[in-house]
């Protein structure tokens, strides 16, 4: 197989970064032991804003009285947010669903 061109590297690049891990609940807690984020979903890179949003609506929405958003997604687990993040349960503004961008 022939090297790269410049070129191919660019692209092959950008499609890489195509898209986006979403990991949530990872963290340091107040007595110093820590967690590791789980992987939650995978969403085109361009609604990565998007994506942000809606889990912070969700947060605002839902959260107990002073419940920090670890807690939050613990006592709510990754399967919760999975279905949040799923394709045809999230529509932004423009109406594309969140995986599939279209």
Known sequence: MPPLLPRQLDQERAERAAALQVMLGGGVEGDGNGSVADKVIKVPSKRGPDVLRYILA??????????YFNQYYRRLGKDHFYQLLNAGSV???G?????TGA
């Open 95 to 99: 109406g594309d669903d969140l995986l």
């Open 58 to 67: 969700d947060y605002d929405q839902h959260a107990l009285e002073g419940e």
């Open 91 to 93: 529509r932004p503004a």
